[in-house]
């Protein structure tokens, strides 16, 4: 079962709001990952964790802040966003960061759709 | 340039056609390598992942040529359930991944 859940799957959300996205994988897969996806566009990396440490953090603005709770579990803290911040958010999961070949294979979770009003 | 490139599509084509998708990549270290697909609105499913000696999967058959840092995918016998966008994907060990812009297909009845 490649399944990776997410919640919200909607999220609304005004500029001085805090509030936190969920993600979670019970497939023993040791890579999580953050995307985000802005209409039209390929998804973007922004975190990497690999054994439930930050491995990857690609210049993604303070406001956006992961966390990895757990092999299984996959957060990312939101605060003071903008705008410009409203985009698909999505996590994915790969088997094992220090494998090689097919253990890349991420699947991802539905996403949250998030608006910053 | 980009890291990753493909065709800028739209692909229209009449259900039963043969359809090829053309993806390049600039970071020679790159090792590993992806075709994803994705529904409008949808997240991306894992399509296929590429080897150097090329695969195949029923009607999809994708390749790694490493020296031209090129990889395709070739779709026969298209469906009307194969429109969708097409995202090629390259990545270091593991770690880094890179998504092409996509290239979008419309099967056409």
């Known amino acids: 079962d490649t399944e990776v859940t997410q919640t919200p799957k909607h999220l609304v959300m005004g500029m001085t709001n805090k509030k936190s996205l969920k993600c979670e994988q019970h497939m023993g897969h040791r890579a999580m990952y953050w995307y985000k996806q802005k209409a039209k566009k390929p998804p973007e990396l922004m975190f990497v964790y690999s054994y439930e440490k930050l491995s990857i953090n690609e210049s993604v603005p303070s406001r956006f802040s992961p966390e990895c709770p757990n092999s299984s579990l996959l957060n990312l803290h939101l605060h003071a966003l903008q705008p410009e911040d409203s985009a698909l958010y999505l996590c994915?999961?790969?088997?094992?960061?220090?494998?090689?070949?097919?253990?890349?294979?991420?699947?991802f979770g539905p996403g949250t759709r998030l608006t910053v009003t | 340039r980009k890291e990753v490139e493909q065709d800028p599509g739209p692909f229209n084509v009449p259900e039963g056609a043969t359809v090829a998708f053309n993806c390049t990549y600039s970071?020679?270290?790159?090792?590993?390598f992806f075709w994803y697909r994705q529904d409008c609105r949808k997240e991306p499913k894992l399509l296929m992942s590429v080897y150097s000696s090329g695969n195949e999967d029923g009607r999809f058959t994708a390749q790694l040529n490493r020296a031209s840092q090129y990889i395709s995918l070739l779709i026969r016998d298209s469906k009307l359930s194969d429109s969708a966008t097409y995202l090629c994907?390259?990545?270091?060990?593991?770690?880094?991944?890179?998504f092409g812009p996509g290239t979008r297909l419309s099967v056409l009845p």
């Open positions: 970071n020679s270290a790159s090792q590993s």
């Open positions: 994907v390259v990545s270091d060990y593991g770690q880094n991944f890179v």
């Open positions: 994915a999961s790969s088997q094992d960061p220090r494998g090689w070949g097919d253990s890349y294979e991420q699947y």
